[in-house]
Nanobody, 123 residues
């Protein structure tokens, strides 16, 4: 099993920045990819960004390209999501996910999920 714990969510003004963290523990050797997804009220869970554990494959949703950056610290088994120039439409619960497929962009391709962290962007 892999346990994921997110942190760093909160309230931020439009145009501001926020950094989310996701710490993985347990059978981390089974992880090939880490991803971030988000879910706004009444909407489906959408892909945001993904990074392979080896660093060879990175993916972003079109809506966040140029504003969000995914990165990782392999020594700490932690993945980050740096969110810059945030917009009110970025408001959602953000979930960290881990799985075995590099570059995966669909939630069904991930095996493990964190509990989520709320991000609220005020206008």
């Amino acid at each position: 099993q892999v346990r994921l714990v997110e942190s760093g969510g909160g309230l931020v003004q439009a145009g501001g920045s926020l950094r989310l963290s996701c710490a993985a523990s347990g059978r981390t050797f089974s992880i090939n990819a880490m991803g971030w997804f988000r879910q706004a009220p009444g909407k489906e869970r959408d892909f945001v960004a993904a990074d392979s554990w080896s660093g060879g494959v990175t993916r972003y949703a079109d809506s966040v390209k140029g504003r969000f950056t995914i990165s990782r610290d392999n020594a700490k088994n932690t993945v980050y999501l740096q969110m810059n120039s945030v917009k009110p439409e970025d408001t959602a619960v953000y979930y960290c996910a881990a799985g075995g497929i590099e570059g995966a962009m669909q939630s069904r391709q991930y095996n493990y999920w964190g509990q989520g962290t709320q991000v609220t962007v005020s206008s």
